[in-house]
Nanobody, 120 residues
Framework: VQLQASGGGLVQPGGSLRLSCAAS????????MGWYRQAPGKQRELVAT???????NYADSVKGRFTISRDNAKNTVYLQMNSLKAEDTAVYYC???????????????WGQGTQVTVSS
């Protein structure tokens, strides 16, 4: 199983970016997908998660500005980031809690990070 993230970059404060992350390989189901981020000198923190049924959860710091969504048919999760602030600068990692086979336990997978830099 691989998670391939894309969409990071440099954006001015107040701007927008959209991150994507596609899971591929042997996948039976993905109950939860999400995004985490890690700024320099800080611990990795949750940004948002979404269940296969569409229930979303957000960190307080991004509520009202970020929107997480997913396409279950494509095993892909998205993060629309609006009104970006300098403090959103971090490496963003996608995450999937998935089951490779019906009888297998759920395992956690991480994508490679994608850099988001918010600066004028």
């Amino acid at each position: 199983v691989q998670l391939q993230a894309s969409g990071g970059g440099l954006v001015q404060p107040g701007g927008s970016l959209r991150l994507s992350c596609a899971a591929s390989g042997s996948i039976f189901s993905i109950p939860v997908m999400g995004w985490y981020r890690q700024a320099p000198g800080k611990q990795r923190e949750l940004v948002a998660t979404i269940t296969s049924g569409g229930n979303a959860n957000y960190a307080d710091s991004v509520k009202g500005r970020f929107t997480i969504s997913r396409d279950n048919a494509k095993n892909t999760v998205y993060l629309q980031m609006n009104s970006l602030k300098a403090e959103d600068t971090a490496v963003y990692y996608c995450n999937a809690e998935l089951r490779e086979r019906r009888s297998f336990p759920i395992r956690t997978y991480w994508g490679q990070g994608t850099q988001v830099t918010v600066s004028s």
